[in-house]
């Protein structure tokens, strides 16, 4: 199985060692920058699982950088900040953070906070890291092309087909509400007594069904919405 990679974004050089070296010491395939900037342009050309960010850097700060990761990318972002300020934090989340690490720090709660924030990226369905694609286990969505591929097969979805699919993937192993699908599938509320949605999640099970059984994955859980089972991610060719 390939180690998790992270990207860890740093100025100072010393801090930079520190974290990059507690990170490949835990078993992380460990990327180092200095500056936003080359964080940016490696984020655009390279696939990484999470990014910690220093908020303290000159030109383009941690926070502005998660803002511009954002416009790109769901890829989790820790900051990592000697700052104790409170306002500082929400500002963090605020610019898409996903958590917080304060200087001085432990090792181990380093590596906890990673973990931790890794295993909700993982149960929410992996995005990469120039979002053009959500993946979970053998599943694979390609949104520029708005397909569906299991095991490299297509699902020939319609738009709102794969629109709903994409959004039960990306929130994979939570139960999403009917009228949360409905206002982001088709822009408005669906009258409790339309078919329209779960004729569409039909014919989505039964495309699924076509590549191989994969159509139970999707689960109906009645009169609160629809799940994308996570179990789908221990899937393996056969």
Request: proline share 4%; hydrophobic share 40%.
């Amino acid at each position: 199985m390939a180690r998790p990679r992270v990207l860890v974004v740093d100025d100072e050089a010393t801090s930079r060692d520190l974290l990059t070296r507690i990170l490949s010491d835990a078993g992380y395939d460990v990327v180092d920058t200095f500056s936003a900037e080359e964080a940016l342009a490696l984020l655009h050309r390279e696939s990484f699982d999470l990014v910690t960010l220093d908020v303290m850097m000159p030109f383009v700060d941690g926070l502005e950088c998660c803002r511009r990761i954002r416009q790109f990318s769901k890829v989790p972002v820790v900051f990592v900040t000697a700052r104790s300020d409170p306002h500082n934090e929400v500002e963090g989340f605020q610019a898409g953070g996903d958590d917080y690490i304060r200087k001085p720090y432990h090792i181990a709660a380093v590596v906890s906070r990673v973990q931790a924030v890794l295993r909700r990226a993982e149960d929410r369905g992996s995005v990469d890291a120039v979002g053009n694609a959500v993946r979970v286990g053998p599943l694979q969505l390609d949104i520029a092309a708005q397909e569906a591929y299991l095991f490299g097969r297509a699902a020939g979805l319609t738009t709102k087909e794969f629109e709903l699919l994409r959004m039960l993937a990306e929130r994979c192993g939570q139960v999403v509400p009917h009228d949360e699908i409905a206002n982001e599938v088709w822009g408005e509320e669906l009258d409790p007594e339309s078919k329209t949605l779960r004729v569409h999640v039909y014919r989505l099970r039964k495309k699924l069904d076509s590549l191989g059984d994969f159509g139970r994955f999707l689960l109906t859980k009645r009169d609160r919405g629809y799940l994308l089972s996570p179990e789908l991610r221990q899937v393996e060719a056969s």
